[in-house]
């Protein structure tokens, strides 16, 4: 069965330091990841997926089989950036999003 | 385009009581989603619908929980009778196909006392 691991519900960082995300997986077969977001008192939107290697916001996400991580890194957080962050994996198999627990980014100024 | 619509956002009921909720997906996506999002966790796909086909509903508390999308656009989501574990937020989403985007409603927060 797949799982994801978000490892820190609550993460702070200043303005313009940079940030990242971390999202590990267990998943058997070959995996598609995203990152979703959720800005306060708005609904859950796509952020990035890995196979389309775009950068969204300035956030970049790599896929590191080896080590089954897909982290979200931005070199320079901006306020606007404080909101929820789910790592999801889609199973081709089953054919569902399976969502971490999610984590809280808190951009201080 | 619009968005994913749900109705009520709101809802307190006591336990045993009934309740169901309501979505309206995007227009032309053929996948529908249930999500259950307890407080503190990442949605948890409760029922998947293909058309007004259910795809995957393994994890659906079938004893309490029930879902239909009769023609193949709105969907219900129905408890009955409910527990107090029910209390979460309900998410609707609607993408193409499966496989594809996401597209998330606003939700509808679940109070059982």
């Known amino acids: 069965a797949q799982r994801v691991t978000q490892p820190e519900k609550l993460l702070s960082v200043f303005k313009g330091a940079p940030v990242e995300l971390k999202c590990n997986y267990s998943y058997s077969g070959s995996p598609e990841l995203f990152w979703y977001v959720q800005y306060s008192r708005q609904r859950l939107q796509l952020l990035l997926r890995?196979?389309s290697r775009e950068s969204i916001k300035g956030f970049t996400a790599d896929l590191n089989k080896g080590e089954t991580s897909f982290h979200l890194k931005k070199p320079f957080a901006q306020e606007e950036d404080s909101a929820m962050y789910y790592c999801a994996l889609f199973s081709g198999s089953a054919r569902q999003l399976t969502f971490g627990s999610g984590t809280q980014l808190t951009v201080l100024p | 385009e619009a968005g994913v619509a749900q109705s009520p956002r709101y809802k307190i009921i006591e336990k045993r009581q009934s309740v169901a909720f309501w979505c309206n997906p995007i227009s032309g996506h053929a996948t529908l989603y249930w999500y259950q999002q307890i407080l503190g966790q990442g949605p948890k796909l409760l029922i998947q619908?293909?058309?007004?086909?259910?795809?995957?509903d393994s994890q659906l508390p079938k004893d309490r929980f029930s879902a239909e999308r009769l023609k193949g656009v709105d969907s219900t989501l129905k408890i009955q009778p409910a527990k107090l574990e029910d209390s979460a937020v309900y998410l609707c989403?609607?993408?193409?196909?499966?496989?594809?985007?996401?597209?998330f409603g606003p939700g509808t927060r679940l109070l059982v006392l």
């Open positions: 619908f293909q058309n007004n086909g259910v795809v995957d």
């Open positions: 890995h196979i």
């Open positions: 989403a609607s993408s193409f196909i499966q496989g594809e985007t996401q597209y």
